[in-house]
C-alpha cells in the first residue's frame, strides 16, 4: 500500500513539473513575441525623386531623393508626393517601421508626409482652463498629411498651420479629419492664398492639437496671378 502511494506521489510531483515546464514555455514565447516587434519612426527629407503607383492606383511607393522606396497604402499621401514631385517641392516623409518574428523581414510604410524647411511648430498646442472658439489668418505654413493610428483617429487626418500675425496658437499645427479641409490647404500652400481658419481650444487633450472648425480662403489669387 505505501508502495502505491509512494508511486502516485512521484506520479503527481512529475505531472506538476511538466505543467510549470510548459507554462514557462508558453510565457517565454509570448514574452520573445512581445519583444520581437520594434515600432520606429524614420525621417527623409528632400526632394521626391519618385513615386511608383500600383495597379490599383491607390497604393504606391515614394522615394525621397536616393533613400529607400517606402510604401504607402494611403491615396492621398501617394498624391501628395507626387504632386509634390511634379512642383519640385521638398518634403519630409515619415516612415513606420514594424519589426516581426525573428527571422522574417521587416516592413517599412509611410505613415505621414509633409513639406520640409519649414516654420511651423510641434503639433501640440498649449491647453487652456476652457473650450472657446479662435481665429487665425495668413497663409498655410504647412501641411502634413498623417495615415490613422491609435484610438483618437479612425481616419486619416492632416494637420494645419498658419503663418499669420502674432495671434494666440500662430504657427502651432491643428488637426482635422476632413480632407476636404486638407486639400484646400494644400492648394493653399502651393498658391500662396490667404486663408481663415477658426479652431477650438481643447482642454481635455493634453499633447493633441486643437480641432479645426472651419477653414476658407480669403484670397483668391495675387494680381500676378491674375493677369
Known sequence: MMKKYLKSIKKLQLAKSILVG????????????WFSFS??????????SN????????????????NPAISSDRKHICDFANEAKESNRKV?????????FLGEDESYHVSA????DIKAQTVSVEKENVRFKYMLQGKV???????????LHTTDHCHIAINGPAVRNNL?????????????????FYTG??????????NTRRGWPNKIDSFQVTQCCTRSQRN
Do not use: P, W
Not at 51 to 66: E, L, N, R
Not at 172 to 188: G, P, Q, T, V
Open 172 to 188: 502651432k499645427y491643428h488637426d482635422s479629419l476632413d480632407m476636404n479641409i486638407c486639400r484646400l490647404a494644400k492648394d493653399a
Open 141 to 151: 505654413e504647412n501641411v502634413i498629411y498623417s495615415k490613422a493610428h491609435g484610438d
Open 193 to 202: 492664398m490667404q486663408v481663415r481658419m477658426i479652431a477650438t481650444a481643447d
Open 92 to 100: 519630409s516623409l515619415y516612415s513606420h517601421q514594424i519589426g516581426h
Open 51 to 66: 513615386v511608383s503607383f500600383q495597379k490599383s492606383g491607390t497604393t504606391c511607393s515614394i522615394t525621397v531623393d536616393k
Open 39 to 48: 515600432d520606429n519612426e524614420t525621417k527623409y527629407s528632400g526632394i521626391v
Open 113 to 116: 508626409i509633409g513639406f520640409a
Open 22 to 33: 510548459s507554462i514557462f514555455l508558453i510565457c517565454s514565447s509570448s514574452a520573445l513575441a
